[in-house]
């Protein structure tokens, strides 16, 4: 990958993380953290993967309310960034977080009846 696309990323991430808890005032997206952003070959799309820290609504509803600002958050990026068009954001559930933990609650589960 490019230093350019990577640098590109990194200030999008950057840039969404301080947009999403400045400018988004939709209490049902709650406290979401951006993990990653990846952009295509063109970097005419943004793939933004984020997690949700808090679980007292479903993240699939947050998600949705999350797509639904899209329009908003996109705009104000783009007069963030420097560049001639603004990638379209698409927001992708990340579940690595999960999947790392259910697999430690396996080798736990493990070493215990290895214990017994």
Same mark, same amino acid.
């Given at each position: 990958m490019s230093l350019?696309?990577?640098r590109l990323q990194s200030e999008i991430l950057r840039h969404l993380t301080m947009i999403i808890r400045d400018d988004v *005032?939709?209490?049902n997206i709650g406290y979401v953290t951006i993990t990653e952003v990846l952009l295509n070959n063109d970097s005419s799309i943004a793939r933004v993967f984020v997690t949700f820290l808090d679980k007292y609504q479903k993240d699939e509803y947050r998600l949705a309310a999350l797509d639904k600002a899209k329009g908003l958050i996109r705009s104000?990026?783009? *007069?963030k960034l420097k560049i001639k068009k603004c990638p379209e954001l698409v927001f992708v559930l990340d579940k690595s977080l999960q999947n790392a933990n259910r697999i430690d609650e396996i080798i736990n589960q493990l070493k215990i009846e290895e214990e017994k």
């Open positions: 350019k696309k990577e *005032k939709d209490s104000k990026l783009a *007069k």
